[in-house]
């Protein structure tokens, strides 16, 4: 998945990709974390992004993992 529609932008958006991702029985879950330079998860070497349509207070990557982790899906970003 990337960052350039808001699939990865709302924990509603990630929750819904990660229930599509399971009911298709897939295992993997490839996710762009870092846009142009900028992290859209907590970081100690990447200013964190100003995208104005992520959603308040969101750690895209913390939120992937848990809700694929809680299925059996493995994650690469």
Known sequence: ????????????????????????????????VVRRQDAYYTSSVLPRTTDPKLEAGLD??????EQAHVRGIAVQA
């Open 60 to 65: 895209v990557l913390d939120h992937v993992l």
């Open 1 to 32: 998945m990337h960052l350039f529609d808001n699939t990865l932008k709302s924990r509603a958006s990630i929750q819904e990709m990660v229930k599509d991702v399971a009911a298709a029985n897939a295992n993997l879950l490839i996710v762009e």
